[in-house]
């Protein structure tokens, strides 16, 4: 069955940076249409970048230039590399994968069809 596991999440001072990994096993994540997406405490959970089937990524206005969404699909992780790390990117952050030729973009997170668990990133001042 389709599983996504988060890993690469933590604490670091603001204007660092961070990996974030999640490996997907069930399918291919080049099958898929893969997203990351972030939920803050106290607020709902909003979506920050998609890599459609072809490769090609979108992000929300709010982290463009900072997030790199990729795949490997050797590994069949997804990837997110967050660069110069903000406090307002605290939060639970979660890959989710629109699978079986769904379509699917990073503000419909109802288009996603299986998340994983989240990972917590947590940027200090």
């Known amino acids: 069955q389709v599983k996504l596991v988060e890993s690469g999440g933590g604490s670091v001072q603001a204007g660092g940076s961070l990996k974030l990994s999640c490996a997907a096993s069930?399918?291919?994540?080049?099958?898929?249409?893969m997203g990351w997406f972030r939920q803050a405490p106290g607020k709902e959970r909003v979506g920050v970048a998609d890599i459609e089937r072809n490769g090609v990524p979108r992000y929300t206005d709010s982290v463009r230039g900072r997030f790199t969404i990729s795949v490997d699909h050797a590994e069949n992780t997804l990837y997110l590399q967050i660069n110069s790390l903000k406090v307002e990117d605290t939060a639970t952050y979660y890959c989710?994968?629109?699978?079986?030729?769904?379509?699917?973009?990073?503000?419909?997170?109802?288009?996603?069809?299986?998340w994983g668990q989240g990972t917590q990133v947590t940027v200090s001042s």
């Open positions: 069930g399918f291919r994540v080049g099958d898929a249409v």
């Open positions: 989710a994968a629109a699978v079986d030729g769904a379509a699917a973009a990073y503000y419909a997170d109802y288009m996603f069809t299986d």
